[in-house]
C-alpha cells in the first residue's frame, strides 16, 4: 500500500512564501514522476508543476519564477517553494506521484489528501 502525505498549506498575506512537502510512504520500488496539482472553488484541477526521476521540471505558466518544485529521492518526497503568492493561487493544492509498488507491478497514480492554500490579507 503506498500512500502520499502533505503538509505545509495555511493562510499567508500576499506576497508572502509557503512550502508545500508530500512524503510517499508503503510499498516503492520505483517513483518515476511527481507533482502538484492545484483546484480553485468552481475551476478545474490543473497541474502546478511537474518533476521527473531525472530531474527535468515543467511549471504551470501562471507560477513560473514564482514557485519552485524539487524532490528528495532518498526520502521519496517533493516540495513545493511558492514565493510571491497571489490572491489567485489559493486553492486546494494536491500532491501526485506516479510509483510502481513492486519490480513486477506497472506503474500507479497515487493522490495525496490535498492541502488547502489561501493567500489573503
Known sequence: QVQLAESGGGLVQPGGSLRLSCAAS????SINAMAWYRQAP??????????????????????KGRFTISRDNAKNTVYLQMNSLKPEDTAVYDCNARIRPTTLSIEYEYWGQGTQVTVSS
Open 26 to 29: 508503503g510499498s516503492i520500488f
Open 42 to 63: 468552481g475551476k478545474q484541477r490543473e497541474l502546478v508543476a511537474i518533476i521527473f526521476s531525472g530531474g527535468r521540471t515543467n511549471y504551470a505558466d501562471s507560477v
